[in-house]
């Protein structure tokens, strides 16, 4: 079974958490959710309760987890998911664990999905990914590096580097279901991408397959 692992702290975007968590599980990917608390220990233990997520607009969810970095890896599942939310953003893309996860998953030889979303594509930054193209919500355009080629397309997948793992980035709460859209078809193929839109009955003339994506690659070379 494909897996996914969906990074959530204080102050994550509600709609950005629950819009790609359930329809990857509408996918049939299953999914864990690991809360990021500020100052992660890196001994912190997935057996533990984890505490509620208090949200961007005070929602709060119970996480299926508290994240633990030995437990979160590449080997475990298929891909990592970050949403934004500038709070959780902040948290995240401070996180040292998280940093290194995210560059544990893009340098996987299985080659692996890294989805980020709105504010939580700040994590790149942090990372140090390599240059791709890439977008994020507009409030945190002017913190990525000149490195980046930033895109205001809805969502932007970069297969920027042969055997690294494709980035998947998107703009924010409005773009949510063309973002996990791009990423079921990514993990499941086209056919399981349509038979998870059609029940959900968008209104007629609403995007959200494939012309709410561009695909923009580097070369190889």
Excluded: W
């Amino acid at each position: 079974m494909v897996k996914a692992l969906i990074l959530i702290a204080d102050g994550t975007e509600e709609m950005e958490f629950t819009i790609a968590y359930d329809t990857l599980v509408r996918a049939g990917i299953e999914c864990t959710s690991a809360f990021v608390p500020r100052g992660l220990s890196p001994y912190g233990s997935s057996d533990t309760s984890p505490p509620l997520a208090v949200c961007s607009r005070q929602v709060k969810i119970l996480p299926d987890v508290t994240l633990d970095p030995l437990a979160a890896g590449p080997e475990k599942y298929d891909a990592l998911i970050i949403p934004g939310g500038m709070g959780g953003a902040v948290t995240m893309a401070g996180s040292t664990e998280v940093q290194n996860l995210v560059r544990s998953y893009y340098n996987h030889p299985e080659k692996r999905i890294v989805g980020m979303i709105c504010a939580g594509s700040k994590v790149a930054i942090t990372a140090k990914l390599p240059g791709q193209p890439i977008t994020s919500h507009p409030s945190v355009q002017n913190e990525f590096p000149d490195h980046f080629d930033y895109k205001e397309q809805n969502v932007v997948v970069s297969d920027a580097i042969l055997g690294k793992a494709t980035l998947v980035t998107s703009r924010g709460p409005g773009t949510a279901f063309p973002f996990v859209f791009t990423l079921v078809e990514l993990l499941c193929g086209k056919e399981k991408r349509d038979e998870v839109v059609g029940p959900m009955i968008f209104p007629s003339g609403t995007v959200v397959g494939q012309h709410a994506v561009r695909l923009i690659r580097l070369p190889t070379s």
